[in-house]
């Protein structure tokens, strides 16, 4: 058996490519849906100097991705070593009956669960009705990013990989910025900080 040990990480000092088993909300149709959190940076994909140059502001730093999997209590329940049962240690909370877990990097027969992004143009029914919070932007409250003209959607899945082994995400090559979203200015704008070519 694996050993997936409760309170081994925290969202706090989570690093890149370690994996944490948040935490568990029950659902619809007597399930729980698992949290998994993860520090995703890719060495094969450009990096922005607008990003490096604003590690300091929230609106640029890199979180840690979520991806959500639906599970049966019993099955997680024999895999994590933990009771999912409605006996567990749930509590109540907005998002409905939770339970706090902070498994760090968990593993199934020596695998460990990873999480992976998929970016698509083919969104959720969910996503396309709410694209002005689903669909990918520039920065938080940025301009949104488009592929071929369309809103990008960038969903996390869960997958098990081997030890070692690279998770391959999905990206979609972004269209080129059109010349008045590069220059648009907002009105009352000082001078000062309009850029010039």
Known sequence: MDNNQLNSGSIETLKKDDTLLVSARKINGGKVSLEFAEVIETS???????????????????????????????????????????????????????????????????????VQINETVEGTQWQIDNADVAAKRKGKGGDFITHNGEYVYSNGDVVLVNEGDNVTHTYLQ???????????????????????L
């Open 44 to 114: 094969d994909r450009l990096v922005s100097a607008l990003t490096i140059l604003n590690k300091s502001d929230d609106r640029f730093s890199s979180r840690p991705r979520r991806a959500w999997v639906s599970a049966e209590p019993v099955d997680a329940s024999e895999l994590f070593n933990v009771n999912f049962g409605d006996d567990g240690e749930w509590y109540d909370s907005e998002k409905g009956e939770m339970m706090d877990l902070d498994i760090l990097n968990p593993k199934y027969n020596g695998q460990r669960f990873r």
């Open 174 to 196: 972004t269209d080129t910025v059109t010349i008045e979203s590069a220059n648009k200015v907002e009105e009352g704008q000082p001078v000062e900080e309009l850029d010039f």
